[in-house]
């Protein structure tokens, strides 16, 4: 009975994989009580989970899925297509999802004003399903509209911090104006492209961009999708947005968006760039070598060197953000399948880091209320879970063996060595080299300083410890068994280049 | 038990037993209890294996693939043998001397100090049985990050500073030059696999081994070749039984190991030897070896002369293998369980004259013999060891290493090896001339608190715990003296 009811949804799970969280929204709004609010989104970040899951396994027996939307065919229609790629960017969004919800519960009470509550949540609900739409969808415009569901849906997110510091609000605004111009800037190229080729279909624009490709109006396309997802990804010098935004929003939404947000823009740009266009063409060259790559190196030490300043956790963590996305356009710059196989593995690896850490710091924020340098002394003691968790979460972003860190710099610095690039190995080593410095200071602080005098805090409530350390012990079980990450990550980066295998 | 499992169970009898010293921790009878037994076991098992390996056993054992084409293996060849015998049996001596440091001293955070202990010494375990480069280098920097917090134990900002020297440079230089040095051979061989003869030959333009050998030599910091060697002095704010195993026997014998490794089994003897490859490296570890003496005379601080001669030490072994001789790598490899056995001695007895006297600088210590007799005969006994007089089994290392000089007809090296043996004899013997000699130093004045004890001429000797152990690795030194062929005769294949 069950059986059959399952192989009933089986093909549709492609819609249901947004349908389910889009729809839900709605009625998480109507639900109206925080806690029933929180256990329904909970449920439904399950299912995406689920989903993603089966969407993964799916593709790797089976190959690309095409799904056409209310039965439309694909120029007309609006077609989900799901490969390798994506489908690792599904089962990280949704991940990540189905881990912070259980958190959410004590950090959300605990930060967001009561009355707010169910409110925060159908917000969680529909940027999870902007999140899975954009990475979903084989659609170009279909990707800006999941991609304004998802910047309107995180601006509420950030903003909810408001009830604990007013900056929350400026954060977000700031967000809102620049997330506006980048999608801006996308739908703009779409449109473009659109003029010339008279499709918005991916997999038929990758076929009539390449006649097309000295045309003038596909040149100025391709810049503005560029600088459009460049801004959405926060990579350097328009990451501006981002340092705020993670350091006044609620824990929740902080760890939630920087472990997804940024790297389904990431997913997006490689989407365009390898398969829209092709590294072949001489301006896209000149983009790899001479825009991003510089870029990405900048922000891979500048960031790096700012984190080393910071005196609030959340901001350190932010700013770490910035260097790491550095790696991953890094690995996009190359053109190459060891660099996109390192870009993607880095894209999972990166959101696993990042979730624990920022999900150690909320713990931090419920029982100390103050996430700086000060608030963190002595917590080695007082709080001894939750600061494990933070080193193991550190040493990752170091680049530890036996960390998923490491098998991030192992891929990166093969890439590297591999075409040559020496000097680029080297920065790439001097950066993580660089990263031990934040992470040491607050190892320090923690461990070896006493705590302000007079503080009792108990260690985090079980509910928040269990999910850090979920994504704790997927840090150390990916670094040390990568086989199936680096398997999935190295064919989806063929895919990507359309190399067969 | 089959040879793979024993293998298996060199790395997972510390880490279970660092599991049972956790749980322990508030029964410190009972905790130390567990780390006596878990050494005792590790180094029965380690004896086990040794008598498989004599009799022409390999085991090996695969314990999961992290990538592909980078698995962690485990496989036994002689010197990964040598090594293992001399950590796993030193624990246990160190063990019980810990017991009477850290209790005669009152040291705080003692289950913390044991559970790093022994996640330190199967990560040992790790590096000396690792099968290929990667899997070695995964347990090189989980033995850099366990014993961080055992440098930093003391928590003052000395051990602090201390402590953050001793991780950046260790972490720095293995992720700057060998983790390059590592992902180049895997990308020129295709593979990272110990092979006898070395990997490299036809792999890689001869004119860049001497870069890739850099990267290795530079890298492996735990090696203390100048100008990466700082980290070892600055470690020495560790408790001393910390100094003693690890930062003479385990950590600093982990450095040397990875180098003969690298340069037997990566390189292959022969492919520098026809290359040229390691020429430079025979004049860097020459001026380490010889400056760090020098630098060691002026030391007045008990551990900090000893670290510098440690540093001096361990160029000798890089020097050997540096030459590319039979010979060389023969002696470097005996002399990592030769100076193992003098330094440690060396260390537990500055370490028991700190306990019992809490005298840290050389110069406090005049007629200080004449009261901790053991102590200082111990002491003379590891220092002649070191200096290479017979009948003490530093001569053997010595010996070979000399003879890997003659080899290559570089007379300068063979007197560079006299030269420091001398400054050896002028660092060392006057510590225990003072002791013995000197006048006592009853004149200077005592603490406050102790005026109430009299100052007697009687002995004032360490804890039992304190005392016995260091004068136990002074006989091994004798008995080594006299089973060295066997030593030899394991170590031999190497090189065949």
Redesign the interface.
Known sequence: MTGSALSGIMPHLPALQVVVPLLSAPICFLLRRGLVSWAFATVISWAAFATALLLLQAVLTDGTIRYEIGGWAAPWGIEYVIDATNAIVLVIVAGIGAVVMPYARRSVAAEVPANQHSLYYTAYLLCLAGLLGVSITGDAFNVFVFLEITSLSSYILISAGAGMDRRALTAAYNYLVLGTVGATFFVIGVGLLYMVTGTLNIIDLSARVPALQDNRTIHVAFAFIVVGMGLKLALFPLHTWLPNAYTYAPSTSTAFLAATATKVSVYVLMRFLFVVFAPTYGFMALTLNYVLLPLALIAMVAATIAAIYQYNLKRLLAFSSVAQLGYMVLGIAYGSVQGLTATLLHLFNHALMKGALFLAVGCIMLRVGDVTMLGVRGLGRQMPWTMAAFVVGG?SL?????TVGF?S???L??AA??DGRWPI??VI??S??LA?IYV?KVV?AAY?KEPPAGRVVREAPLSMLVPTWILVLANVGF?????FT??VA?TAAMGLLGIVP | MTPSSLLLATLLLPLVGSVLIALTGGRPNLREAVTLVTAGLLAITVYALLQDVLAGGQPAVTLIEVAPGLPLVLEIEPLGMLFACVASGLWIINSLYSIGYMRGNGEQHQTRFYICFAIAIASTMGIAFAGNMFTLFIFYEILTLSTYPLVAHKGTEDAKRGARVYLGLLIGTSIGFQMVAIIWTWIAAGTLDFTAGGILRDKINPTLLPILLALYMFGIGKAALMPFHRWLPSAMVAPTPVSALLHAVAVVKAGVFTVLKVVIYIFGIDLLAETGASQWLIAVAAFTLLSASLVAMTKDNLKARLAYSTISQLSYIVLGAALATSYGVLGGALHIATHALGKITLFMCAGAIYVAAHKTEISDMDGLGRKMPFTYAAFLIGALSIIGLPPLAGVWSKWYLAMGAVDTGMWIVVAIYMISSLLNVAYLIPIVARGFFRPSAALVPQSVGAAAAPATNGLREAPLLCVLPPCLTALGCVVLFFYADEVIALLRPIVS
């Open positions: 040493l170091i680049g530890v063996p036996l098998i710099k192992w891929y610095v093969t060595l591999s190995a080297a080593l001097a993580s080299l031990v040491w320090e070896f670094g040390i068994n990568a086989e680096v398997d190295q």
